[in-house]
């Protein structure tokens, strides 16, 4: 998959499309987290299920009552900080 960015459209907040999608890390009915051509983003609500998924388009489609979505860093898997962690310790 090239690198195209990424887009998240929200429909009456029941409905999310995203696209630039890499891998779904997680799922619960209350919060979804991904890796995305960004970064990890998480989604958060009610009674969320995945629609669909695929890998090779990179979309993601999710319903439920959606209250929020993050984008966020992945900790390092080694637990090393980065150089400003490191200044500001």
């Known amino acids: ?37 960004l970064g990890m983003i998480a989604v958060e609500g009610k009674n969320l299920k995945i629609e669909s998924f695929h890998n090779e388009q990179g979309t993601l489609k999710i319903n439920g009552e959606f209250d929020s979505f993050y984008y966020y860093t992945k900790p390092d898997a080694d637990g090393k900080k980065g150089i400003l962690a490191k200044l500001f310790r």
């Open 1 to 37: 998959m090239e690198q195209n960015g990424q887009n998240v459209c929200l429909f009456s907040r029941r409905r999310m499309e995203l696209t630039g999608i890499r891998e779904v890390e997680s799922f619960t009915d209350e919060q979804i987290t991904a890796e995305s051509e």
